[in-house]
């Protein structure tokens, strides 16, 4: 434990979260409940994002898309290997997390 | 519907019929669609009204054009609400409109996914959604009352979409290395169509409606063109379309039962690559639309929760289609 008194914003997310779904959710019935499930799961994204920082945006996208289109990376095992964990480092934090589906 | 607008509908409506009942059931941002209970010649009817919103998107279909394929379908035995009336005189409501048989059923793709019963079973249902894409492939330009659709280009439907899915990019002015990556890979393996037929082009769970007995009818033909009969199948088996659920053909049920059904009542060997190729082409669809929603959040021109949330299902699109390329 550090020093600080203050929750930081993945605490507050995730304790504000859990209040929203426990507290306030069952209490609600249709588009109110729809509402509150989408805010509960956008606080889920946003606790995600506090607690991993944000993914590195790929580097020189607009050049790397022209020389994509090129067909520059063709066959390129380097660029796919690449691609993929740019994909698995976003899902990390757009994704719910394996197994809570339909939460 | 304001009285003024209500009463020229009456009077617009043949003779012998009346209205009894009349409300909202759905108004999306495109399309509203109301509920119409009237009598004809004393015997109750359930009806659909269909019309533009008012704000109407330019590229959305004109309703002549979406009365005149649901009349081509209801023709070829595709499960299509009948279409009955259609009024292009905007001196009545003030919007084009046309009116429709009101079938019953359930549409919402959570609750289809999750039942093991409804449309007849899993693969009852996926059975029947073969047969439906049979019906709607066996209609070709060939065929008269759809000339208003483009003419399909005699390059391999593959290069088009691409060429189309770049366009659609370019505009956004957002780079995207792994749509790119999925792009040019379509465009390396690209083949010519094998056959030119009317496709649906957003057949998918939610968008057709079911009961305990089977399907009710196959929605929602605003995206419908000439195209190569895969590019359905594709569409209605890609990942991103299966609401969660294991089962491979849009989350109802098994690929071996779609192919089996769709064979058998179309006469056309399924080829699985092809399908393979257009379930890339879909997930790569479904994520420039989803790029494009999400960027009427973050412009600021429609703040909007759901939207916003749109934009976080890209990644785990990307994540598909480097999983299919990989």
């Known amino acids: 434990m550090s020093g600080i008194a203050e929750p930081g914003p993945a605490d507050l997310l995730k304790i504000a979260r859990a209040t929203l779904l426990q507290d306030i959710v069952p209490h609600l019935t249709g588009d109110a409940r729809f509402k509150a499930l989408m805010i509960a799961n956008a606080m889920a994204i946003a606790g995600r994002a506090a607690q991993y920082g944000d993914v590195d945006d790929f580097e020189n996208a607009a050049e790397i898309c022209a020389d994509i289109r090129a067909g520059r990376y063709d066959d390129n095992d380097e660029m796919v290997e690449r691609l993929l964990a740019y994909c698995q480092d976003r899902c990390a934090i757009s994704s719910k997390p394996a197994g809570k589906v339909g939460e | 519907m304001d009285e003024p607008r209500r009463s020229a509908l009456a009077a617009w409506l043949p003779d012998g019929v009346s209205i ?41 279909r004109p309703r002549a054009e979406e009365f005149a394929l649901l009349a081509v379908t209801h023709k070829a035995g595709v499960t299509v609400p009948e279409p009955l009336m259609l009024c292009t005189d905007l001196s009545v409501i003030g919007t084009a409109f046309f009116i429709m048989r009101r079938v019953e059923g359930v549409a919402a793709a959570h609750r289809i996914v999750r039942s093991d019963t409804l449309g007849g079973g899993r693969d009852k249902l996926v059975e029947a959604l073969g047969r439906e894409l049979a019906r709607i492939h066996a209609i070709t330009p060939a065929h008269g009352g759809l000339d208003f659709l483009a003419r399909h280009p005699a390059t391999a439907p593959g290069l088009r979409f691409v060429a189309d899915m770049r366009a659609h990019l370019d505009h956004g002015r957002t780079h995207h290395p792994v749509l790119e990556f999925g792009l040019r890979h379509l465009e390396r393996t690209a083949q010519p169509a094998v056959d030119i037929v ?11 409606m079911v009961d305990e007995h089977g399907i009710t009818g196959v929605l929602d033909w605003e995206f419908a063109g000439w195209g190569d009969p895969h590019e359905d199948l ?15 053909v849009g989350g109802v049920g098994s690929r071996a039962a779609l192919y089996a059904a769709y064979q058998a ?62």
């Open chain 2, 20 to 60: 009894v009942a009349m409300s909202l059931m759905s108004g999306g941002a495109i399309q509203q669609n109301w509920k119409l209970d009237v009598l004809v010649d004393g015997t109750p009817q359930a009806w659909v009204l269909r019309t533009d919103s008012a704000a109407t998107l330019s590229h959305s």
């Open chain 2, 265 to 326: 009542a179309s006469g056309r060997v399924v080829d699985d690559a092809r399908v393979r190729y257009w379930e890339i082409a879909a997930t790569i669809r479904w994520a420039v639309i989803a790029i494009s929603q999400a960027k009427r959040h973050i412009s600021g021109t429609e703040p909007s929760l759901e939207l916003a949330l749109t934009g976080h299902i890209v990644p785990e699109l990307e994540l598909d289609i480097m999983r299919a390329l990989a």
């Open chain 2, 234 to 248: 594709g569409w209605l088996c890609a990942k991103c379309w299966r609401f969660g659920s294991p089962h491979e």
């Open chain 2, 198 to 208: 009317l496709c649906h082009n957003d057949f998918r769970t939610g968008n057709y």
